[in-house]
């Protein structure tokens, strides 16, 4: 699969499967316009360059639209357009429902599901001009399964399914293709992070008796990014061991 020549513009890049969509994508040979929210991404930075990749890397808060539009602005005069798009930023809160403050609530969906917004409908008048365009979200298995004390992350990411749907619906007739990409436990920063408990406990609910990586998910977003995927809209992948069917 190759990307010579396409611009790749992926949020929340700086760590984990953002920076592994990075790579992946570079060595397919793309253009990246590549978003931080805080630190500057300077491991993703040191891959891409050791790739020869031609990159761009802002500082972005998802959640606000002023500057979501200004950065895919200046994707377009760098790289002159938006092939494809990425929304992997997302945060969790976590805490049990009853004691979750409100600002905790607000904080996930912010980012999660109106940081994916704005990056869609800035993103979108690029490429409904150029009648040509692949939108990838970054959803969740908890999306679709729920998990106790992830009432806010579990909503977003329900959310984005029903943002997925929609747009695939309406961007449909202008040649761009939505779909979202909803991983199990991949093992990254957050996941390493966790005590053999609750990693035991998560490998009793996956078939496959593992994690899974950041390639892992890389490689269903390198296929939804390809022509390989042109008639497919509107869907979800998940990729998560079997975790849920
Ligand atoms: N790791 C997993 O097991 C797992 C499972 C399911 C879904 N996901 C989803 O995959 C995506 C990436 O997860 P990860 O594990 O690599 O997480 P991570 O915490 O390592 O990385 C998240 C990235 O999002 C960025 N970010 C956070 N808030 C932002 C904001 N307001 N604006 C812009 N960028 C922001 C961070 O800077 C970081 O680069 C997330 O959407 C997450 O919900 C992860």
């Not at 805080?38 to 500057?67: F, H, I």
């Not at 997302?90 to 912010?110: H, Q, S």
């Not at 998990?147 to 990411?157: E, M, T």
């Not at 991949?186 to 496959?208: C, F, H, R, V, Y």
Request: glycine letters at 8%; proline letters at 2%.
């Amino acid at each position: 699969m190759t990307f010579k020549g396409k611009t790749v513009f992926i949020t929340g890049a700086s760590r984990g499967i953002g920076r592994e969509l990075a790579v992946a994508f570079a060595e397919a040979g793309a253009n990246l316009f590549i978003t931080y929210n805080r630190t500057a991404p300077e491991d993703t930075l040191a891959r891409l360059s050791a790739l020869d990749a031609d990159v761009e890397a802002v500082q972005l808060d998802v959640a606000d639209s002023t500057a979501a539009a200004d950065a895919v602005r200046k994707c377009a005069e760098r790289f002159g357009t938006v092939d494809v798009l990425i929304n992997n930023a997302g945060v969790t809160k976590d805490g049990l429902l009853m004691r979750m403050k409100d600002e905790d609530w607000d904080a996930v969906m912010d980012t999660n599901l109106k940081g994916t917004f704005n990056m869609v409908k800035a993103a979108v008048k690029i490429m409904i001009k150029k009648r040509a365009g692949k939108i990838i979200n970054i959803g969740s298995v908890i999306g679709s399964m729920g998990n106790a004390g992830q009432a806010n992350y579990s909503a977003s990411k329900a959310g984005l399914s029903g943002l997925t749907k929609s747009a695939a619906r309406e961007l449909a007739p202008r040649n761009i293709q939505v779909n979202l990409i909803a991983p199990g436990y991949i093992s990254t920063d957050m996941t390493e992070a966790l005590d053999d408990g609750t990693k035991n406990a998560i490998l009793a609910m996956i078939p496959m008796k593992k994690l899974g990586t950041p390639r892992d998910v890389a490689n269903a977003a390198l296929f939804l990014a390809s022509s390989a995927s042109d008639y497919i809209t509107g869907q979800e992948i998940h990729v998560n061991g079997g975790m849920y069917m």
